[in-house]
């Protein structure tokens, strides 16, 4: 069973240039989670998403990112314009339908972003 | 706010040695608690989670950690480390929505 996966695990742009960050989840998982992790800091929550729907988004910057989960296919995170600020690491976590209990994130290996 | 504090950002111990790796949280994150590691240019592994139940949790790699909600602490412990442990931790709390908030982490070296 193959884990969350992650692509491109490197990515350079240059300033003013498009990001485009993909995450397949965890096969049977229909939740995914962005989280970004800034130099010497600790993971920030982004974005939380089902397939189709944007559930929590309280932590996306209000300009030049979004998210999205298609009904086929892996969820990406898009960065438009980028800067240099936004050189990171950018982790995806997946999960399975959420239950009355505890639902475990399982992480990707990450996405870093490099901007020139 | 919700919030998860790591109070030491590098903690250097010789191998064989015992660690502690500190973490307080915000009583608004404090409905799950958990550790993770990660290894350089890696991602994410869950080391032990707190749930609910006993308050002393044990995870992988021999670490464990106890829940202390008098002192809202959760701390992480190992009684003798290994070079293979270097790595940074961090302290996570989920509390009332889906989302993790994380300690800005530990940098554990473990010196031979």
């Known amino acids: 069973n193959a884990g969350v996966m992650q692509n491109p695990r490197h990515l350079v742009r240059r300033r003013g240039q498009e990001a485009r960050l993909r995450c397949s989840p965890m096969?049977?998982?229909?939740?995914v989670y962005w989280y970004r992790q800034l130099p010497e800091e600790g993971l920030k929550f982004m974005v939380y998403?089902?397939?189709?729907?944007?559930?929590?988004e309280s932590g996306m910057p209000k300009e030049r990112f979004s998210a999205e989960f298609p009904k086929e296919g892996p969820s990406i995170l898009r960065i438009q314009q980028v800067v240099r600020g936004d050189s990171a690491a950018y982790f995806c976590?997946?999960?399975?339908?959420?239950?009355?209990?505890?639902?475990?994130?399982?992480f990707g290996p990450g996405t870093r972003l490099t901007v020139l | 706010a919700q919030s998860v504090t790591q109070l030491d950002s590098q903690v250097p111990v010789f191998e064989e040695a015992p660690v502690e790796l500190r973490c307080n949280y915000s009583s608004s994150v404090s409905v799950y608690l958990f550790w993770y590691v990660q290894y350089p240019n890696q991602g994410l592994q869950l080391l032990l989670k707190?749930?609910?139940?006993?308050?002393l949790v044990k995870g992988i790699n021999g670490f464990e950690a106890e829940f202390n909600k008098s002192q809202t602490s959760f701390h992480l412990r190992k009684p003798s480390v290994h070079i293979s442990d270097t790595a940074e931790y961090f302290c996570a709390g989920q509390g009332g929505s889906e989302k993790l908030v994380f300690g800005k982490g530990t940098k554990l070296t473990v010196n031979p």
């Open positions: 998403l089902q397939k189709e729907n944007i559930i929590d």
């Open positions: 096969k049977g998982h229909s939740h």
């Open positions: 707190y749930l609910s139940g006993s308050t």
């Open positions: 976590a997946s999960s399975p339908r959420p239950s009355q209990t505890y639902n475990e994130q399982f």
